[in-house]
């Protein structure tokens, strides 16, 4: 499957050319769209392939009363997969998304947020999480989309949901979602865990995120947030970002960043080692 970062408004023809090249079964979008821009989510609701997205902090655009939320959500319709299960007819697949619109920092639901959604409390986000995981299969992949990572990823800046932007650095991830995971382990640990938020690059040109890791129960992170996700390399020739993911049964067996030419040749891939866990 592919896995689109935070957009940002980077999406259009050229990027729907290479899904028709590449056929994904399936493509994810971790949020942060646009700043609201409606005609940009209503071209990925069309995709002609299988659709899950979590929306992003930004796609509330600047309206705090919840009207362009809410506009997304009708667009998106049954592709957006917030505290529920996407599912699809032909597709042994279901993504189970976390709590909408996170910014990180533990739990917070934004003005927007409450206004659509009402006031959430963490216990009953994270009860909806798990409540969607308890839905999936035994023989699919348990596979968790969310804009933030969980806590507990680490604190350094250049940890995968770690704060970069201020000091001190600290963990800048989603408490509810971290305490899911936690639960949900108990019977049974999750695959992989998808998220954006975060952006690869540190600020003020420190370098790069980690951008994936594995537990010791031997659930993956990916943070997918590899943001410019296109433009020009320097040869001056276009490249495209998706990360890449790809399951044989219940087993995650290969996961990468990759960078597409517009003909869907790889220019540039990093592939992740994977531990096999003891639980395959
Ligand atoms: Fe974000």
């Known amino acids: 499957m592919a896995i689109a970062g935070d957009l940002h408004g980077a999406w259009g023809d050229a990027d729907e050319k290479l899904l028709n090249l590449l056929r994904p079964d399936a493509v994810l979008f971790v949020g942060d769209l646009s ?94 999480i798990l409540s969607a995981a308890a839905s999936v299969p035994a023989d699919e992949p348990l596979l968790i989309l969310a804009h933030c990572g969980p806590t507990g990823l680490g604190s350094n800046p250049d940890s995968p949901c770690g704060r970069d932007w201020k000091s001190p650095a600290i963990d800048w991830g989603d408490q509810d979602l971290s305490i899911a995971i936690d639960r949900m382990a108990v019977t049974r640990p999750p695959d992989l865990v998808i998220f954006g938020h975060m952006h690869h690059a540190l600020k003020r040109g420190s370098g790069y995120r980690q951008s994936l890791t594995q537990d010791r129960r031997g659930t993956v992170y990916l943070n997918s947030a590899c943001v410019p996700r296109s433009g020009l390399d320097q040869q001056g020739c276009p490249f495209f970002h998706f990360s890449w993911a790809e399951f044989s049964g219940t087993c995650l067996t290969h996961l990468s960043h990759r960078w597409y030419a517009p003909d869907g040749k790889v220019k540039y891939k990093e592939t992740f080692p994977l531990m096999r866990p003891m639980r395959h």
């Open 35 to 128: 700043n609201g821009n409606l005609h940009l989510t209503r071209r990925i609701a069309l995709l002609p392939h299988p659709v899950a997205v979590i929306l992003g902090n930004h796609d509330c655009g600047f309206d705090k009363n919840g009207g362009i939320l809410h506009q997304q959500l009708v667009l998106l319709d049954d592709c957006h997969c917030a505290w529920r299960v996407r599912r699809w007819e032909r597709l042994s697949l279901s993504v189970v998304g976390a709590r909408p619109c996170s910014s990180g920092g533990g739990f917070h639901l934004s003005q927007a947020v409450k206004a659509v959604y009402g006031p959430v409390t963490l216990d009953q986000s994270v009860e909806r």
